[in-house]
């Protein structure tokens, strides 16, 4: 490995977006086969696009850029909320395990807001 880093990679909201990663996929590995190609591949495909723009969005140059990113990467949470939000109620996830996943989500959301304002200089 290199000893070199990438600006994205010290951020501490990256850290916890790759492990908010892992934890959904963990999760998804338990829901029913049918739902192999419907919501559990939707689900980790919005879970890895909220670290993939963060990371996008910091190799911009502009701060509009930047935020615009970070911003694609807060609708990115939201729709793996929202598709938490329907598991849950279809009782694919246990509800410790939807706390648990919500107060990723919320603690996320935080992070990313307050980066995005930094961006934009507020």
Do not use: W
């Amino acid at each position: 490995m290199s000893g070199y880093t990438f600006g994205f990679e010290k951020l501490d909201v990256y850290q916890m977006g790759k492990s908010f990663v892992k934890d959904i996929y963990a999760l998804t590995k338990r829901f029913p086969d049918v739902e192999k190609y419907g919501l559990v591949s939707q689900i980790n495909r919005s879970a890895v696009s909220v670290v993939s723009n963060l990371v996008e969005g910091n190799s911009r140059n502009t701060p509009k850029d930047k935020a615009h990113f970070t911003q694609l990467s807060y609708s990115s949470l939201m729709e793996v909320l929202c598709q938490i939000d329907i598991s849950r109620e279809l009782e694919y996830i246990p509800i410790d395990d939807y706390h648990k996943v919500r107060m990723q989500v919320e603690e996320l959301a935080k992070r990313l807001n307050g980066l995005r304002k930094r961006q934009l200089g507020g």
